[in-house]
């Protein structure tokens, strides 16, 4: 059974950081990615790796401050977040990738930016 269960959110000022965790049990995707909504906002994609890492690819709201890497000894994805805005607020979610679709997701982490 796959699980992807995440970590990390939180309240944080403006300028703050926050690190979130993604720990991936069941198998092993070659894509991982994260995705966030925010109230009343469609999901949107936030940041993307491949197996290795070697290809890494984000938002450009997101692309000079946040940066996704995963260690696949801990099943491990994360996302390093700096310079947190407030339009930053939102319900941040886990992704796999099957193919070209994201199937599995996690529960999401809520992360809170104060202004």
């Known amino acids: 059974q796959v699980q992807l269960v ?11 950081s ?10 092993t995707f070659y894509e991982m990615g994260w995705f966030r909504q925010a109230p009343g906002k ?4 936030v940041a993307a790796i491949n ?9 450009d709201s997101v692309r000079d401050r946040f940066t996704i ?18 339009e930053d607020t939102a319900i941040y979610y ?10 599995y997701w996690g529960q999401g982490t809520q992360v809170t930016v104060s202004s």
Do not use: I
Not at 51 to 59: D, I, V
Not at 69 to 79: E, H, I, M, P, Q
């Open 6 to 16: 995440e970590s990390g959110g939180g309240l944080v000022q403006a300028g703050g």
């Open 18 to 27: 926050l690190r979130l965790s993604c720990v991936v049990s069941g198998r």
């Open 42 to 45: 469609e999901r949107e994609f």
């Open 51 to 59: 197996w290795s890492g070697g290809s890494r690819y984000s938002a």
């Open 69 to 86: 890497s995963r260690d696949n000894a801990k099943n491990t994805v994360y996302l390093q977040m700096n310079s947190l805005k407030p």
């Open 94 to 103: 886990c992704g796999a990738s099957v193919g070209a679709r994201y199937n």
